[in-house]
Every structure is written in C-alpha cells, then in structure tokens.
C-alpha cells in the first residue's frame, strides 16, 4: 500500500514510509564547509530559497555548476570554523541525505539568544536540518579546537589515507580510449621524445572483450603481458578499468562463476537484479558480502585475471552504482544486499566496497608485500583508506577548471585527500590556453591525471603548439622536482588524516579573509598556490596571509609579505607557487621519465626564512612501493635552521632504512647575512664547502654538501 513510482519505475516500499531528521545548529559559526559531493561553493550556502544539498550517488552526465545537485560520492560530515575554534559533526548514514542550510540572527535556539545576551550583541548562528530517508540516528561530534584536532578525530573514526605507492602520486595519462598495443607503444615513446614524464598509462573499457572486465579484446591487444612488461621496463605502470557491472553471458568466466555462487544483489521479488550498462544486460555483484568480497579480490592474481601482471593497477568506475536503466541511472531501492539489507538503506556506501575488495586483490596478489593502486569515482566516509577519487566526468570549459578547486577542498576537508580532476576536462575540446592552464593546476593537485572523452580529439601534451607543450613539459617537469615534497605530505597525512590540499585558513584560523576564499589553496603547511582560471589574464591578485610574514615566489624567489592582496604577474608560463617563510622543502632537481628512476636520485633543500631567520621541514624516504615501511624500513628527517646552521635530525629512531640519495644542493631565501662559506659536519668529520650569493634576492647556494640523506647532520654557513 505504500509503494511509489517515479517515472516508470516502481519502488514497492516493503516497510512502508519511513525517514529521520535532527535539527542542529552551530552557534557561534558563519561557515560551515564539507558534505560533498556538489559542484559548488567550498562555503557551504544557505539552501534557504534554493533545493537542499543532497547526499546520493548518481552518475550524472555533465553536471551543473553551482548547484546542490547529488553528483559520484557522498560523506555526510560537515564542519563549521570560526576565529577561535572549529567543529566537525559525522552523520552516519548511508542512505539518501538531505541538509538544509540557514544562517541567521534572528529566530535564533534559546542558546543562541542567551549567547547574543551574555555578549551583549549578536551572535552569528548557522543552522542545519539533516534528514535521511532511512536508518538510525548517529551522530558524532567532533570538538576540535583546532581544525588539525577535528581532522585527526575524524580520522580516529573513518581511517587516514593508506600511504599510496610513489607512482601514483606522479603524472598519468588516460583517454577513453587508447586504441590498440600499437597506439600505446606510440603514446609512451612520444613521452619520451618530447622529454615528458609520466608513470601510469590508463585503458578505459574498450580494452576489453565485449566490455567483460578482466579480459582483453585479443585483435586490438593481442599481448598484454608484453606490452605491460614494456612499459616496466620504463618503471611505467598500466591502468585498466573494472566496473562492478557484470555482463550477462554464459561463457563469461566471472559471470558464470558468480551466477553459480548467487553472488550477485537480489531484486525485490529475490531473483537475481539485472539492469543495463556498458555491456548491455548486466547483474551487480553484492559487496556488501564479506565473501563476496573475499571471492573478487581472489580474482587479481595473474592466473585469474588473465594477461595481467603486478605491473597492472585498477581504476573502479561507474560504481555508484550506475544503472542505464534504473531510476536516475542508478540500482532500484527496494532491491536486496547481504544481511537483508535494502538498497535504500546502504546506497552511498555499495560504491566504497568495490574498490576495498579491489585494493585487498592488489595486496594479495604481491602475497601481502605491495601496496595497491585503486581509483574510484563514488565515495563514502572511509573511502580513504582503499585509494584515490575524483571529482568525475567533468567538462573542458574554464568554470569546470575554477570550480575544480572548492571541490577538492571540500573533498579533502573530509578524509579523502588523494584527490583529484580530470586534466584538461573530460567532455569537449579543450582551447591550448585552458589545456595549459589546466595542467598547471593539475600538478599542484593531490592526483594528478589527464583524461579526456571518447568523442574528443586527441590531446597529448606534445600536440599542442609548441609554446604551450614546452610549458606543459615544464610543468610535469615541475610536479616531479616536487615529488619528495608530496610523498613527504601523504605520509604525515596517513599518520593523522591532516588534508594535504588545504583551504586557506587551516593553516591561519583567526584570518576571516581567508574563511570563504578557494581561488587559492595551501599544499600542507608549505606552498600556496593560486591557480590561473580564467581566460586570457596574465596578472593576477594573489591574498598572502600573516602579519608581515614572508612568501617567496618559487621561481623567481622574490618575496612578498603579508598581510595583504598583491597584483603579481602570471604569463602563460607561470602559475603563482609561494613558499611560506619558516618552512624547508626537500626537491629533486634530476627529472628522469619515470618517479621511481628518480629514487636513488640527490636531493635539494629549499630553505624559505621567515622574519627571525628560521624555518622547519621534513623528509620522508622508503623504497616507494611495499608495506615494508610499516616494519621500521622508512627514514623520517626533521631539518630545521637556525643561528645559521641547518640540522637534520631523525624523527624516529628506531627506522631502519638505508638510501642512496644524497644532498646535492642547499637554497636559502631570506638570508640577510651573506656568508663566504660553509662547513658541514656528519660522522665526525667536516667537509668544508662552497657557497654562492644573490644579495639581490638574499639568496645563497651551498652546493654539493654531498652527504648521505640517511645521516644526521649539521651545515654551517660562515
């Protein structure tokens, strides 16, 4: 008697209409942030006048802009920051959400009035209604003070982001679709010829046979060990897209299997759920099943997955789930999971167990050693902890590109900092000002892919003017001088869940210029950096934060004191990166073609001072691929300057881990002295050393200190 029909479809309601909802207000707070995902504002905005934000995975075809539409992933977590404190709450539901958002001083709680009354003025208030169409009441509040203690709790609850392999945080390239062995073998060499690095090579559906995933089209990939192999023998990766949709069909070693075991979800009436996607009549395996789960990720060793290697790494699309046939492209509600479950009831969280059995078939294959690569557009709260996401199919016009930044924010505001765009956009044709823009962002962004449509032309770097392919070069070239630098901020991000791309005012809570800014953003506590996002401007204003505090431009190393907004120039060939003052970063100045041909490489410290002479970093090593780290063989270095000594102490002494790599080069910004020389000391010696001087700049270069990165030391300048 309660059923209900949408379009033509039909929900049977079997418990009949049901839902919850809690009315919660943040007195004290005009901002509140998270909730994703909606391609909107990193401030959340009053829904007031408009549709609530909406927590339900969708696959949505090119998305609006500016709007709370549900979009590929949902957490339902929100927080609220002010000058003094900042507040986290975790509604804990899987279900369809609804968050109503009002700001307001008047018609306030009798909390907020006693507020406005004890302070003798008004308070601001944000209010918030949640409602979820089934399940219990959950809450958890998270008290901070800090935005870094509400991040770290959160964390407690959810999980940090596993520590990725190296590769994965370098560049990759992807299309729907590279065509054949031939068109891959072309595509890699070219990164060759045109002096380009990169680490993955992506396939997208057309690789397979008849879009049966984990298989291959035998005329157009006839050799796929072979042509994995050869990418290895680069230090190269290869990618291949596996959905959770299984094609129907009687030969189909995965669906015959998983039909015999009953293995996939049930509909209402409890016969298997069948639907349409890619391949036509397909069934969707029920994740929530620990067994089931267990029996995918059986299916990565080389035996099971036939013509695949170690070398070969997953990307879990349309996982949402997407249903072609289904209301709003997705599975019916009163369909069946494990344990009795409605579909209704688990919906935001189906898309996160796929890849968690994907990542838990990657480690098996290795025998446990390795550790896994897995991408994933839908997302849930713990999504974290299987791999990376991104923000979908989005489209190659400039306000995509500008509104990329608030998404990834909001994203990594909520756990789930491997994060990422599609560089360059995925539908349309990029023009080569937005393609080269849209690189530069992409290389100071957590996951860092380009990726691009079916029906779109070809867009390689190296087919672009060469103007604009040299500064794409460079910039690739740039990410991966940096790439110390990130694996240094994802491992302190798997130790306490800290976003490594950040919003301004984590890192200057009391700045309130910086509350609802997200034209630019921080890279850990280091680098700020301020995206070009709009068509033809080669100027920009740039806020920088902190009373007189210095920030160095990265590539000229001039230096800009805040607090303040400043015009700084931004031809095509540059985008606006500032080192904070107080603050060391380790480099690598010797770009090779792939990440981990770079890994015995020398290392560059740059040392950005701040109005004291002094500044801290640190510097993560281990071998950049196992889980042998987890037993000690890591090394974590803290480097810190001060009276004109630069020091490197361990962080942990009881890490085990031995390195080739050495320091090449030392870069101090901000000197006001200008030594003559320089002496190092290490392992009871001292080695005299070299320096240069820019007194234009205030910079001075210690060249080849040469000593082993896996030693403590102390450099001191004369």
């Known amino acids: ?13 079997p418990k009949g209409p049901e839902s919850i909802g809690v009315d919660l207000s943040f007195v004290g707070f005009d901002h509140v942030y998270g909730i ?33 539409m549900a979009l590929y992933g949902s957490v339902p977590y929100m927080l609220a920051h002010n000058a003094k404190r900042t507040l986290g709450l975790f509604w804990l539901n899987a279900a369809e959400t609804w968050v109503d958002i009002s700001s307001t001083t008047a018609s306030k709680t009798v909390v907020g009035k006693l507020m406005d009354y004890v302070k003798g003025g008004d308070t601001p208030q944000t209010d918030t209604r949640w409602v979820s169409e089934s399940g219990i009441i959950d809450i958890f509040v998270l008290l901070g003070p800090t935005a870094k203690d509400v991040f770290k709790q959160y964390a407690s609850l959810t999980g940090t982001t ?40 992506w396939l997208d559906i057309e690789h397979t046979d008849g879009k049966k995933y984990m298989t291959w089209d035998d005329v157009k990939f006839p050799n796929p060990i072979e ?7 680069k230090s190269r990766k290869m990618v291949t897209i596996i959905d959770p949709h299984i094609k129907k069909e009687d030969s189909y070693h995965i669906y015959k299997e998983a039909k015999s075991l009953d293995y996939f979800v049930k509909n209402k009436d409890g016969n298997d759920y069948e639907g349409w996607c890619w391949p ?38 349309m996982n949402e789930p997407s249903v072609f046939n289904g209301p709003e492209v997705t599975m019916h ?45 839908a997302f849930f709260a713990g999504s974290q902890r299987f791999g990376a996401v991104w923000t979908g199919d989005n489209t190659a016009e400039w306000d995509h590109l500008k509104m990329s930044i608030p998404m990834l924010l909001s994203i990594g505001m909520t756990g789930i900092t491997f994060i990422g765009a599609d560089v360059g956009g995925f539908f349309k044709n990029p023009d080569v000002e937005l393609q080269t823009r849209w690189y ?32 794409v070069r460079d910039t690739v070239r740039e990410r991966y001088a940096y790439l110390p630098f990130w694996y240094t901020e994802y491992y302190k991000s798997s130790l306490d869940g800290q976003p490594i791309m950040r919003p301004l005012w984590v890192e200057f809570p009391e700045d309130t210029d910086t509350f609802a800014m ?106 950049g691929h196992s889980f042998e780290y987890k037993n000690g063989k890591y090394l974590f270095v803290e480097f810190e300057f001060s009276d004109n000594k630069l020091k490197s102490r361990f962080k942990d002494y009881n890490q085990q881990f031995t390195t080739k790599s050495w320091l090449e080069k030392v870069i101090i910004l901000g000197m006001k002295y200008q030594p003559s020389s320089a002496k190092i000391e290490h392992g009871g010696t001292t080695d005299n050393l070299l320096v240069t001087r820019n007194p234009t700049t205030k910079t001075v270069t210690v060249r080849k200190p040469g000593v082993n990165m896996g030693e403590e030391w102390t450099l001191t300048l004369i």
Request: one cysteine or more; a negative charge; charged letters at 25%.
């Open 1 to 13: 008697m309660w059923e209900e029909k949408f379009k033509t479809h039909h929900d049977s309601k």
């Open 36 to 68: 994703p995902e909606h391609a909107d504002s990193m401030a959340l905005k009053t829904t007031v006048n408009t549709d609530p934000y909406r927590l339900y995975n969708l696959d949505v075809f090119e998305y609006e802009l500016n709007n709370p």
């Open 162 to 201: 596993s520590l990725p392999p190296l590769f994965s945080i370098a560049y990759h390239q992807c299309r729907w679709n590279y065509n054949d062995e031939t068109d891959v073998k072309n595509v890699d060499a070219n990164f060759d010829e045109y002096d380009i690095p990169y680490d993955v090579l």
């Open 227 to 233: 042509m994995q192999n050869n990418l290895a023998a």
């Open 280 to 317: 036509g009549t397909s069934f969707w395996l029920d994740f929530l099943n620990p067994v089931i789960r267990d029996w995918w990720a059986s299916k990565f060793t080389p035996e099971a997955y036939v013509g695949s290697t170690a070398n070969l790494f997953t990307w879990n699309d």
């Open 333 to 377: 509600k009163d369909a069946k999971h494990f344990g009795d479950w409605e579909h209704r009831d688990v919906h935001n969280i189906y898309g996160m167990y796929l890849p968690m059995a994907t990542a838990e078939g990657q480690i098996k294959r290795s025998g446990g050693t390795e550790r896994p690569f897995v991408l994933s557009r």
């Open 440 to 471: 530069q962002a992409g290389a100071f962004q957590p996951f860092f892919r380009a990726h691009a449509h079916l029906d779109t032309k070809r867009r390689e770097p190296w087919l672009l003017p060469e103007e604009n392919m040299l500064i």
């Open 518 to 623: 997200e034209d630019q953003y921080m890279i850990g506590s280091a680098l700020l950096v301020h995206p070009i996002t709009d068509a033809g401007t080669y100027s920009t204003k740039v806020y920088f934060p902190g009373n007189n505090k210095p920030w160095y431009d990265v590539e000229t190393h001039d230096v800009y004191t805040g607090k303040q907004y400043v015009s700084v120039s931004a031809p095509l060939s540059k985008i606006p990166v500032y080192q904070q003052g107080g603050t060391i970063i380790p480099r690598k100045e010797r770009v090779r073609r792939s990440s981990a041909l770079m890994h015995d490489d020398p290392y560059t410290l740059v040392v950005a001072l701040d109005n004291t002479g002094k500044a801290k970093g640190d510097l993560y090593i281990d071998d």
